[in-house]
């Protein structure tokens, strides 16, 4: 094989479609590389997504590959989930971790692993092992199960091991932590300043008791820790005392190293997307995502081959990398398996798996606060809501708050709307409020609502009105600390479709919600 070829099985590529591009076939054929990641735009409907990573595995089989290549996809579940229509909507972290219960973790994992196997992706960029203790991080919130050290250790390695029981490889993210940033890797460089005392207490907990229960995969944080590398501003992924003396030797890893996307600009406006390929080699990664853009794809390849060729980076490593990377594929995957994947199964997406998880989501959703007045058969109800905001660039922009109304109406006949553009809140407050005496009850969602003004001055002037208002946190909870005169004050943890139904039903007395917080309000 050539030295091309070698340090192709290092890259993941991205492309843009529901049907194989032209530059991911060439990547395969003539740099055979490692794999693909799939995001929204390539999901098309089940049996479409199926096609694809049938043609990609085709493909890698007429190109020579030994084992089958890596489909990877980022199906954290609530906010951040890939899958489209026709597939089970999970709960995503928070809301697990609300629900207090390792075994809901276990069978969300589980059933997101089935589902990501039926449709021929073999990887999970899952789960989440970020510990949620900074209010104000903007890139992990609900991606992360909560606040306390030890419960998103348990909570992370039930999930993991859910997954792989599945058949279905996973990833611990975001090494060595981004819990505690209040910047977002995708737009600038975090710093997280706490001493190796600190970090071995808490950040690391989870990813330590994971690794012992079995990683197969751990996912590295464009993130500077002062405390573990000397050369300043340099993030996690290109330190070689991150990856290699404290992951590898300290830590005792010895499964597979993944970058995050090396487009974000905490690394493309630093060293170049490019350069941080190579790097992130250099430190001891076994794997480079490059998402976007093909020219960058390839010239990272050439460029990390330069550097073995120049003895900057040895073979020998490379070779290494290669083995840790094939042996994880063929512990969950083969070509017969392969193969023998023809249709989409019939449990994707069935009655069943819903109703397994909305047992869930009834056991995660919150009552924070406000024993109050139910809505009343014969109440005129007003929902207020802002159109959705993404709240962080992982974010997949499929997913809508207006899917509230809908499943309001489902439970109760008298509903009035307004959607408000979050941009137009200042004009549009006055309006709504003057309406407020043509309904009975009120019910306004709230999106990040600590972060917006014009949200909490809305909120607690409809709350002045006099009217029983039930105020629905549909992101962060942390908004449930401003309202304590509602009405009831309730946190979603994601607006998903299946947790606007059962918050529809708790408001008209229908279901009861049992989640306790898994994070301390202020």
Same mark, same amino acid.
């Given at each position: 094989?050539? @030295?091309?070829?070698?340090? &192709?099985?290092?890259?993941?590529? &991205?492309?843009?479609?529901?049907? @194989?591009?032209?530059?991911?076939?060439?990547?395969?054929?003539?740099?055979?590389?490692?794999?693909?990641?799939?995001?929204?735009?390539?999901?098309?409907?089940?049996?479409?997504?199926?096609?694809? #990573?049938?043609?990609?595995?085709?493909?890698?089989?007429?190109?020579?590959?030994?084992?089958?290549?890596?489909?990877?996809?980022?199906?954290?579940?609530?906010?951040?989930?890939?899958?489209?229509?026709?597939?089970?909507?999970?709960?995503?972290?928070?809301?697990?971790?609300?629900?207090?219960?390792?075994?809901?973790?276990?069978?969300?994992?589980?059933?997101?692993?089935?589902?990501?196997?039926?449709?021929? *992706?073999?990887?999970?960029?899952?789960?989440?092992?970020?510990?949620?203790?900074?209010?104000?991080?903007? !890139?992990?919130?609900?991606? $992360?199960?909560?606040?306390?050290?030890?419960?998103?250790?348990? @909570?992370?390695?039930?999930?993991?091991?859910?997954?792989?029981?599945?058949?279905?490889?996973?990833?611990?993210?975001?090494?060595?932590?981004? &819990?505690?940033? $209040?910047?977002?890797?995708?737009?600038?460089?975090?710093?997280?300043?706490?001493?190796?005392?600190?970090?071995?207490? !808490?950040?690391?907990?989870?990813?330590?008791?994971?690794?012992?229960?079995?990683?197969?995969?751990?996912?590295?944080?464009?993130?500077?820790?002062?405390?573990?590398?000397?050369?300043?501003? #340099?993030?996690?992924?290109?330190?070689?005392?991150?990856?290699?003396?404290?992951?590898?030797?300290?830590?005792?890893?010895?499964?597979?190293?993944?970058?995050?996307?090396?487009?974000?600009?905490?690394?493309?406006?630093? +060293?170049?997307?490019?350069?941080?390929?190579?790097?992130?080699?250099?430190?001891?990664?076994?794997?480079?995502?490059?998402?976007?853009?093909?020219?960058?794809?390839?010239?990272? +390849?050439?460029?990390?081959?330069?550097? !073995?060729?120049?003895?900057?980076?040895?073979?020998?490593?490379?070779?290494?990398?290669?083995?840790?990377?094939?042996?994880?594929?063929?512990?969950?995957?083969?070509?017969?398996? !392969?193969?023998?994947?023809?249709?989409?199964?019939?449990?994707?997406?069935?009655?069943?798996?819903?109703?397994?998880?909305?047992?869930?989501?009834?056991?995660?959703?919150?009552?924070?606060?406000?024993?109050?007045?139910?809505?009343?058969?014969?109440?005129?109800?007003?929902? *207020?809501?802002?159109?959705?905001?993404?709240?962080?660039?992982?974010?997949?922009?499929?997913?809508?708050?207006?899917?509230?109304?809908?499943?309001?109406?489902?439970?109760?006949?008298?509903?009035?709307?307004?959607?408000?553009?979050?941009?137009?809140?200042?004009?549009? +407050?006055?309006?709504?409020? $003057?309406?407020?005496?043509?309904?009975?009850?009120?019910?306004?969602?709230?999106?990040?609502?600590?972060?917006?003004?014009?949200?909490?001055?809305?909120?607690?002037?409809?709350?002045?009105?006099?009217?029983?208002?039930?105020?629905?946190?549909?992101? #962060?909870?942390?908004?449930?600390?401003?309202?304590?005169?509602?009405?009831?004050? +309730?946190?979603?943890?994601?607006?998903?479709?299946?947790?606007?139904?059962?918050?529809?039903?708790?408001?008209?007395?229908?279901?009861?919600?049992?989640?306790?917080?898994?994070?301390?309000?202020?």
């Amino acid at each position: 094989m050539t @030295m091309q070829k070698k340090v &192709g099985r290092l890259l993941i590529a &991205g492309f843009k479609g529901i049907t @194989m591009s032209d530059e991911i076939k060439h990547l395969i054929h003539a740099y055979h590389i490692g794999g693909v990641i799939l995001f929204g735009r390539n999901i098309g409907t089940p049996l479409e997504v199926l096609e694809l #990573t049938k043609s990609l595995q085709r493909e890698a089989k007429k190109a020579g590959y030994k084992f089958p290549l890596l489909i990877c996809i980022d199906q954290e579940n609530g906010a951040v989930r890939r899958l489209g229509e026709g597939t089970t909507i999970v709960p995503g972290a928070m809301l697990i971790g609300a629900t207090h219960e390792p075994k809901h973790a276990r069978k969300a994992g589980n059933l997101t692993g089935k589902e990501l196997k039926a449709l021929g *992706i073999n990887w999970n960029l899952a789960p989440v092992v970020d510990i949620n203790n900074n209010p104000r991080n903007p !890139v992990i919130g609900v991606r $992360s199960f909560g606040e306390d050290t030890h419960d998103v250790a348990e @909570m992370a390695k039930n999930s993991m091991l859910g997954m792989q029981e599945a058949g279905v490889m996973t990833t611990l993210k975001h090494f060595p932590g981004h &819990g505690d940033t $209040s910047v977002d890797s995708h737009l600038d460089l975090p710093v997280i300043g706490h001493d190796l005392k600190r970090l071995h207490e !808490v950040e690391l907990v989870p990813f330590k008791e994971c690794i012992a229960a079995g990683a197969d995969a751990i996912m590295s944080a464009h993130v500077y820790f002062p405390a573990l590398e000397k050369e300043a501003n #340099t993030p996690a992924t290109l330190s070689y005392s991150v990856i290699t003396g404290l992951l590898r030797e300290e830590l005792g890893f010895d499964g597979v190293i993944t970058t995050d996307c090396m487009e974000m600009d905490a690394i493309a406006k630093g +060293i170049g997307t490019v350069n941080g390929c190579m790097k992130a080699i250099e430190a001891g990664v076994d794997l480079v995502m490059v998402s976007h853009i093909h020219p960058l794809q390839e010239q990272a +390849i050439l460029k990390i081959v330069d550097a !073995v060729e120049k003895g900057t980076i040895t073979q020998q490593q490379i070779e290494q990398s290669i083995t840790r990377i094939e042996r994880m594929i063929a512990t969950y995957t083969s070509w017969e398996e !392969v193969e023998e994947t023809q249709e989409v199964a019939n449990f994707v997406g069935s009655q069943a798996h819903r109703d397994e998880m909305k047992l869930i989501y009834e056991e995660g959703i919150t009552l924070v606060s406000g024993e109050g007045k139910p809505i009343q058969a014969d109440d005129k109800v007003l929902l *207020i809501y802002p159109t959705n905001e993404y709240a962080t660039m992982v974010e997949d922009k499929r997913y809508a708050t207006l899917e509230m109304a809908e499943k309001l109406k489902n439970v109760h006949e008298h509903v009035g709307v307004i959607e408000i553009d979050p941009t137009h809140f200042e004009e549009t +407050i006055t309006d709504i409020v $003057s309406q407020v005496n043509n309904y009975d009850h009120i019910v306004v969602l709230t999106l990040n609502a600590t972060q917006q003004e014009n949200q909490l001055k809305l909120v607690h002037q409809l709350i002045d009105c006099g009217k029983p208002v039930d105020v629905v946190a549909v992101r #962060t909870p942390y908004d449930a600390a401003q309202f304590p005169l509602a009405n009831r004050m +309730i946190c979603t943890y994601e607006f998903t479709q299946t947790a606007f139904e059962v918050v529809a039903e708790s408001l008209v007395d229908k279901t009861k919600i049992k989640g306790k917080l898994p994070v301390t309000l202020a």
